[in-house]
């Protein structure tokens, strides 16, 4: 089986062995391309915008077909260097009349599983199995080890692609630590929350959390600190106040009131 893994610094395996990822930057590029789009084909447009933007030479189509050609031929090659030998599967890259398709068959992608739990994580959330949630989420964010596609050069196309998984991986985060909030695991995750505060220093609903699971662990001066801190930060650097639903957090801990 032929593995991809982008979460992270691209990663090519074949049967548990790992592969060397093709050297050339524009290589890689469209390799990232055929990985990253859900329709499993890239047209010749939206390769060129990846590649040159505005700027694009009049060789651009032989010059993609060069890049297809040395992409197959560094996957085949690198796979045949293995002890035993490796296989890439037949018609890998399948050239279509306007671009070009990763064919499925054979081959696993570590962005498409983390997208799979990911949705399952969100479906048992709101069926209310926080635990059965949080294994899922977690399962899914386990997956991530590091920036998508860090050691790729991303252009306008990649990055919309990017900044997608992103927004998924961060929106999975929150619903884990939802979850795990439901299942009473403040004190748990006071160490965790403190650290994707700082990771993520403008989503007010982190530092919601973080307030929250301070103050039902009977820390309530970290908790008012903790707001304070959030408080700086968005007037620091946006010039706004924390919104009306941190503010009414804000004025529970003050008088005790439970949080809900």
């Given amino acids: 089986m032929l593995s991809f893994r982008v979460l992270g610094p691209l990663e090519i395996s074949l049967d548990g062995r790992s592969l060397p990822a093709p050297r050339g930057p524009k290589v890689r590029q469209v390799l990232s391309l055929l990985l990253m789009d859900p329709s499993g084909h890239v047209n010749n447009a939206a390769i060129i915008e990846e590649l040159w933007g505005q700027d694009v030479p009049r060789t651009a189509i032989s010059t993609i077909r060069t890049h297809i050609y040395h992409l197959r031929r560094a996957l085949e090659q690198n796979a045949a260097g293995l002890t035993p030998p490796g296989t890439v599967p037949d018609q890998l890259i399948v050239t279509r009349q306007s671009g070009y398709s990763l064919c499925p068959d054979g081959v696993q992608l570590d962005s498409a599983r983390f997208l799979a739990q990911a949705r399952e994580g969100d479906?048992?959330?709101?069926?209310?199995?926080y635990a059965?949630?949080?294994d899922r989420l977690r399962?899914?964010?386990d997956l991530c080890r590091g920036a998508t596609l860090a050691?790729?050069?991303?252009?306008?196309?990649?990055?919309q692609h990017v900044r997608h998984l992103e927004e998924v991986r961060t929106r999975a985060l929150e619903q884990r630590i939802e979850a795990d909030m439901h299942r009473g695991l403040h004190r748990e995750l006071v160490p965790e929350l403190r650290s994707v505060v700082t990771v993520h220093p403008l989503n007010e609903w982190m530092h919601a959390q973080f307030i929250t699971a301070l103050h039902r662990s009977g820390r309530r001066g970290d908790a008012l600190h903790a707001y304070q801190n959030v408080r700086k930060i968005l007037g620091d650097e946006l010039g706004l106040e924390p919104s009306p639903a941190l503010q009414?957090?804000?004025r529970q801990v003050l008088t005790a009131a439970p949080v809900g």
């Avoid at 479906?123 to 199995?129: F, Y």
């Avoid at 050691?151 to 990055?159: A, H, I, R, S, Y």
């Fill in 123 to 129: 479906r048992l959330l709101k069926a209310g199995d």
């Fill in 132 to 134: 059965g949630a949080s």
């Fill in 139 to 141: 399962e899914a964010l």
């Fill in 151 to 159: 050691d790729v050069t991303c252009g306008p196309v990649l990055l």
């Fill in 248 to 250: 009414r957090l804000q």
